[in-house]
């Protein structure tokens, strides 16, 4: 099992940024995903979570109205659409399944999350 997110970058405040995670490995097309980041000195704190149907999705009050999570379970691919970036935005930003058949999201802890990929740097400007 292998998760890949690719995306980030260095953007201005108030530019977008998409963010994309393939799974590979295993279809994780009945499994919840989310997204996670973690700034410099700071603890990994929850972004956004999309149930494995794709029919429910979370998000941290951050993030709210700008952030847009969603998945494609044929290409066995989570997103995370950014809009309107803030410097405080700025972190390394981690993919990651919940191991559980068909569950749901209870915790929003990166503890309820089996599978994580390697992170990508997303960095904003001011």
């Known amino acids: 099992v292998q998760l890949q997110a690719y995306g980030g970058g260095l953007v201005q405040a108030g530019g977008s940024l998409r963010l994309s995670c393939l799974a590979s490995?295993?279809?994780?097309?009945?499994?919840?995903m989310g997204w996670f980041r973690q700034a410099p000195g700071k603890e990994r704190e929850f972004v956004s979570a999309?149930?494995?149907?794709?029919?429910?999705?979370y998000y941290a009050d951050s993030v709210k109205g700008r952030f847009t999570i969603s998945r494609d379970n044929a290409k066995n691919t989570v997103y995370l659409q950014m809009n309107s970036l803030k410097p405080e935005d700025t972190a390394v930003y981690y993919c990651a399944v919940k191991g559980t058949y068909r569950s749901g999201i209870y915790t929003y802890t990166e503890e309820e999350f089996d599978y994580w990929g390697r992170g990508t740097q997303v960095t904003v400007s001011s």
């Open positions: 999309i149930s494995w149907s794709g029919g429910s999705s």
């Open positions: 490995g295993r279809s994780f097309s009945s499994y919840n």
